[in-house]
Every structure is written in C-alpha cells, then in structure tokens.
Antibody, heavy 122, light 107 residues
C-alpha cells in the first residue's frame, strides 16, 4: 500500500537549520508531485511547499519562501525539506502528502505521512 | 491569497444526526478546485472530497460536498461514531494552496 514516512524532526534553536526527509513506498514515486503541509500545536493546517514529479517545478508558501527548499531524489524514493533560518513560529508537525495527479499538479493530497514534529526554541 | 473561513468552529451533535459544515472563500474558487479532509486526534488528515463533490476512494456515501463560487458545504447525512473529528476545506485553484481553520464535530 502507499506509505509515506517522515523523519528528521527534533528540537532546534531559532536561526538554525534542519532537514526533513519523507520516504515513500507502494507507488511509482517518480510520477507524482509531493507536498509538505504543517500543523502548529493545536492549530489548523498550513500548506508549505510542493515539488513536481521530476523536481523541475516547485512552489512555496510566502511564510517559508527564501528559507525552505523542497527537493527530491527519485532514485531513493525520498523527498526532502531543507529548513533554514528557523523561527519559533515554524514549530509544527510537518506532514508529507502525495499529490493525486499523475505527471501533473492535482493539488489535493492523499495519503499523508504520520508527521514529524519540529520544535524551534528561542 | 484566497482565505477560507469555516463555520461553525464547533458542531455538537449526536450519532444519527445530520451535520452541515460551511466553508466560505474570500475570492471565487477557480473551477471546482475545493477539497475536504477529515482529521482525528493524533492522526494525519485524510482526503474525503475533491472537485467540490467527488468522494475519494473508500469514502462512504453519507459524506457529500456541494457549492460553487465562494460558498461550499460538506454534509454528513447520518453521523456515525467514527465521524466525530475535525474537518478542513482546502482550495487548490490558486497559489498558495490554502486551508480553512477547521470545524470540530463533537458529540
């Protein structure tokens, strides 16, 4: 079955960097875009970024543009989120989620991984 | 960005009752690009509805979506115990993709 497993979360000081990973299995990873979506503790969902199936196209939320970089390695079926200049307000559970479009952006997502918690301390 | 406002914030109902959840967009949503997700405590969200009214794979037919333009509705015809959760709408007609703040359906 389709599975996404995030890793790399933890506690980091404000201003530092962290890289998240998302390991995919159960589908042809190289033909689907993948998104990052985050959820601050007790809050709602916020879309963060998306990368196209081949990595040639990316989009970001304004709140992370210039600080976060989404990338992928199709040979390893793995998605990444490089987070730099972290802020306290970046504290959240970060989910990766599979786009429903095959070779194009459908921009709605399923399934989602279980999430990884990033805590940015001051 | 297209801001989505969900109402009510919390809906208190009993099993067997009908639930009606609202999602209002600050600008008209392009085409049919509106989805709904369900999230239970401690779990990741899951897709319920896309394209305003199309049910995702495995979603029971007591869930239905409707609306157009700026006003959308998720209806659960007869609540079952496993439906008590938080529901989010999401628009995908324009960048950035945005979610509503959620509606909690509680017993």
């Amino acid at each position: 079955q389709v599975q996404l497993v995030e890793s790399g979360g933890g506690v980091v000081q404000s201003g530092r960097s962290l890289r998240l990973s998302c390991a995919a299995s159960g589908f042809t990873f190289s033909t689907y875009g993948i998104h990052w979506v985050r959820q601050a503790p007790g809050k709602g969902l916020e879309w963060v970024a998306v990368i196209s199936y081949d990595g040639s196209s990316t989009y970001y939320a304004d709140s992370v543009k210039g600080r976060f970089t989404i990338s992928r390695d199709n040979s390893k079926n793995t998605l990444y989120l490089q987070m730099s200049t972290l802020r306290v307000e970046d504290t959240a559970v970060y989910y990766c989620a599979k786009d429903l479009g095959d070779y194009y952006y459908a921009n709605y997502f399923d399934p989602w991984g279980q999430g990884t918690l990033v805590t940015v301390s001051s | 960005e297209n801001v989505l406002t969900q109402s009510p914030g919390t809906l208190s109902l009993s099993p067997g009752e009908r639930a009606t959840l609202s999602c209002r967009a600050s600008r008209s949503v392009s085409s049919t690009y509106l989805a709904w997700y369900q999230q239970k405590p401690g779990q990741a969200p899951r897709l319920l509805i896309y394209g305003i009214s199309s049910r995702a794979t495995g979603i029971p037919d007591r869930f239905s979506g409707s609306g157009s333009g700026t006003d959308f509705t998720l209806t659960i015809s007869r609540l079952e115990s496993e439906d008590f959760a938080v529901y989010y709408c999401q628009q995908y007609g324009s960048w950035p993709l945005t979610f509503g703040g959620g509606t909690k359906v509680e017993i």
